[in-house]
């Protein structure tokens, strides 16, 4: 399992040394985003990185060649990705935090939250798609994202006062363990989902 | 299952877009060199995927060292070398890092005889596999099958698309290899002159079905090409045979019965050695196969 989680790193070695230049270059030239969205971009790098590799049919049948099962392949993307995204979320913060940027220990948790969510929808439809879809899947998703993000919370924070009135109304407390058990739990469902569609697969 | 069949496939019957395979039954030896033959798009991938458990029979079973995938996956793939006909390796990686990635998957992983196939096979650690030559990409695939004590060896058309020179270098390694008769080799290819060296065993497949699985020497001793006047063909003497071209000129037949043909035409006809390719091909669309 450690191996195969050590060897996203393997592959995406020269891809890595772009991990700290576009940090620094999100907080010079994109002033006005949110940290929280910087962290999320962070988290997803290293996996999103490594999906586009693994999802070549080459890179299937040489990993089930190997003594792998196809649920220790499943296993080591869900946990490598937990294990990824800590990482670069530390990294993410050293880097803010040395170029001044500011941000609460709040916005890498909300982050935590939407890595676990974003995770748990695009993982078993990387398994679903084919190779050649998903580095396009993954561009759009981010641009999306990249776009989509602040206008949506904003519009959340404005209109949606149900869900305002009730986060004002719940302690912080609850609100982050109601939080933390959604997203963890969609992550744990989509595991199991991406194990059903990878027993399955053909290559 | 006896100890002696090394892969066993019985009843496995696998649905695919294109393709199908039914009721397969087939067993591959302990000790020697099988040799996999058929034409492109026969069913020899397939039921290589299947023996690999990259895909899994629809109906039947598969074990390898008497051992099923559902419980023993990672046993049976640690003791298994694979190469394919294309390569599979990261392409943007150079031997070195591939080598870190599969080295930690085995059990008996030996850097040494890696570093000493590197060096036999004259191949560059440093460099991009996408950069490799075929041949050296499947050099390096060898090289990686050889490093970890496997006891079989499964190679799917490890010679298609190379050069001559090359294949012959190929075939001299795999020659080498098979020398301590410990190992067990499947190799399948269309390439049906690679084996006449090296094979102990052919199986024969065509549309999804095993024609024939037999020594090579059997072969040798019972198959013939025949060549005579179709003054000699009738009801009784048709019999003998697998397959009949006729042209103008006489017929040319395939038989697995060289005995009873010699007895039969005695000087009449001419009996020739059947190469591998001509069995297969007269064994393709044959009129009797199964006799």
Known sequence: MFNLIKKDIIIQKTQLLLFIPLIIFLVFFAQNLSPILIFLLASTFISANAYVYDALTESNIL???????????????????????????????GVLYLTGYGYEMMDMAIAVGLFFIFAAFAFPLFYILKPAYIGVAVLIGTIVLALGFQPASRFFMEHMTVITDFLVSTSTTTLYLIGAATSIGLYLISWMISQFIYQRKVF | MGMENVIELRGVSKALKAFTIDNMNLQIKQGYVTGFIG??????????????????????????????????????????????????????????DISRIVAPAYKHWDDKQFKFYVKQFELPLNKAIKKFSKGMQMKASIAIALSHDAELIIMDEPTAGLDPTSR???????????????????????????????????????????????????????????????????????????????????????????AKVKEVFGEHAVIEEASLEEIMFYMKGADHPYD
């Open chain 1, 63 to 93: 990993l089930n060649s190997l003594p792998y099962t196809r649920k220790k392949i499943v296993a080591s993307r869900y946990l490598g990705a937990i294990v990824y995204m800590i990482i670069s979320i530390a990294l993410a913060g």
């Open chain 2, 39 to 96: 034409a492109n798009g026969a069913g020899k991938s397939t039921t290589m995927k299947l023996i690999m458990n990259l895909l899994q029979p629809d109906k039947g079973k598969v074990s390898v060292f008497g051992l099923d995938y559902a419980n023993h996956e990672k046993t049976i793939k640690d003791r298994i070398g694979f190469v394919y006909d294309s390569n599979i390796f990261y392409e943007s990686l150079n031997l070195k």
């Open chain 2, 168 to 258: 012959r270098e190929l075939l001299d390694i795999f020659q080498e290899v098979m020398v301590d008769g410990k190992r067990t080799i499947l190799f399948s290819t269309h390439i049906t002159s690679d084996l006449e060296r090296i094979a102990d065993y052919i199986v024969l497949i065509d549309e999804g079905q095993i024609l024939f699985d037999k020594p090579v020497y059997e072969l040798q001793e019972q198959y013939a090409i025949v060549k005579g006047s179709t003054e000699l063909l009738d009801a009784d003497t048709e019999a003998y045979f697998i397959k009949i071209e006729r042209s103008p000129n006489g017929f040319q037949a395939l038989t697995k019965d060289v």
